[in-house]
């Protein structure tokens, strides 16, 4: 009895392994999802990078703030 339970165990481990190593198509689908987010989220960083660099000083947008203030004087 006790070799038997030890070869269910071990069988069932086997499978659990086995098992455990192939993806199936909901985690494809969770994958695939993840790398999308993680892209759109590299696109939202870099957009948000170039709207600072706009804005920064001396930046082109300052220089039109200065000139039209300038211009004002």
């Known amino acids: 009895m006790k070799r038997y ?3 269910m165990i071990l ?3 086997f ?3 086995v ?3 192939e993806q199936g198509p909901a985690e494809k689908a969770g994958e695939a ?3 999308a987010v993680e892209e759109v989220g590299d696109g939202v960083e870099d957009a948000t990078d ?3 660099d706009t804005f920064d000083k001396d930046g082109p947008l300052e220089e039109a703030a200065e000139k039209v ?3 004002i004087d």
Request: glycine content about 0%; some cysteine; charged content about 35%.
């Open 69 to 71: 203030e300038d211009s």
């Open 11 to 13: 069988i069932t481990l």
């Open 33 to 35: 999802l993840d790398d």
């Open 50 to 52: 170039e709207v600072k």
């Open 19 to 21: 098992a455990c190593e």
């Open 15 to 17: 499978t659990f392994a």
């Open 5 to 7: 339970s030890i070869q």
